[in-house]
């Protein structure tokens, strides 16, 4: 039996937020937004991410059918009050993790929105992690960088494959990961009425 009964669109394609829904039990379609993700200069992190993931379930709600839950979300990075996207190229990944690492501690932040469509009606919050990151070498960067991984990841770093970056985490995992799954379950079952 599916944990929610009212019909739900995952207004994303990372296959990561995809992994944490269907692990939670949670039928859904994908339907991913046209949004431009370009940031925002002077944004404070987590009000930039919570203003995109808005955007992206809304322009998500208009093209579906009512009555339908839309869940979008965006993660960033960040170092101080520094918003770190996704790399446009390998230089930029490199720059962007020895940055991480130079620095030692950054925040993942992820904005999440809830839109009804029966009646418009929207929830937004952003959920903090801090990543604990190691010291690494130029030529650990390199290898990880060749590797792919780090491309359309924010702060270029793939939590369950970059480890050899990472010392510690605090907070929610399924946040690095994209999905702060434990806040977003509870308001899912509560709207399922």
């Not at 770190?84 to 130079?102: F, L, S, T, V």
């Not at 970056?165 to 009425?193: H, Q």
């Amino acid at each position: 039996m599916p944990l929610l009964t009212r019909k739900l669109v995952l207004a994303s394609g990372s296959p990561y937020r995809a992994q944490l829904l269907r692990e939670a039990g949670v039928d859904f379609t994908v339907l991913v937004s046209d949004v431009d993700e370009s940031q925002q200069p002077h944004a404070e992190p987590g009000a930039f991410t919570r203003a995109l993931a808005v955007r992206k379930a809304h322009a998500v709600a208009a093209r579906i059918e009512q009555g339908t839950l839309v869940v979008a979300a965006d993660t960033i990075c960040a170092i101080g009050g520094e918003i770190i996207g996704k790399p446009e190229n390998e230089a930029d990944a490199k720059r962007m993790i020895a940055r991480a690492c130079e620095a030692g501690l950054q925040r993942v932040i992820t904005g999440v929105c809830v839109v009804d469509t029966a009646d418009m009606q929207q929830w937004a919050f952003s959920d903090t992690s801090l990543v604990d990151m190691l010291p690494a070498t130029a030529r650990q960067i390199e290898k990880y960088v060749a590797s792919g991984e780090p491309m359309g990841k924010c702060g270029a770093l793939c939590i369950e494959s970059g480890r050899s970056f990472v010392r510690a985490w605090r907070g929610s995992y399924a946040n690095i990961m994209g999905l702060p799954i434990e806040r977003l379950l509870p308001l899912l079952l509560k709207l399922d009425v």
